[in-house]
């Protein structure tokens, strides 16, 4: 299973960024698709999660701000993030889960400059 996110980048506070996660060696669309970021000295921490069935779920931090969104044909999972701060700069990991199994991906930086 390989889970390759990308779109990460630096940005200046209330700016946006669109990051993707693309899966390969796993049925994609009975998994429940999630991401989430880890600051330096914080503890990993869930951002947003899809069901399969596209019902999202949201960090109580960054609800309005981010979406998050699925597209099963291409085996896809996105993370729209919109009016960033810097308290959002971490690194953001895309986790694939299904009952007691969970597949991560490498991480992608996000930097938000005040």
């Known amino acids: 299973v390989q889970l390759q996110a990308s779109g990460g980048g630096l940005v200046q506070a209330g700016g946006c960024l669109r990051l993707?996660?693309?899966?390969?060696?796993?049925?994609?669309?009975?998994?429940?698709m999630a991401w989430y970021r880890q600051a330096p000295g914080n503890q990993r921490e869930l951002v947003a999660a899809i069901n399969r069935g596209g019902r999202p779920n949201y960090g109580d931090s960054v609800k309005g701000r981010f979406t998050i969104s699925r597209d099963n044909a291409k085996n896809t999972m996105y993370l729209q993030m919109n009016s960033l701060k810097p308290e959002d700069t971490a690194v953001y990991y895309c986790?694939?889960?299904?009952?007691?199994?969970?597949?991560w991906g490498q991480g992608t930086q996000v930097t938000v400059s005040s």
């Open positions: 986790n694939a889960g299904r009952g007691y199994v969970d597949y």
């Open positions: 993707s996660c693309a899966a390969s060696g796993l049925i994609f669309s009975i998994h429940t």
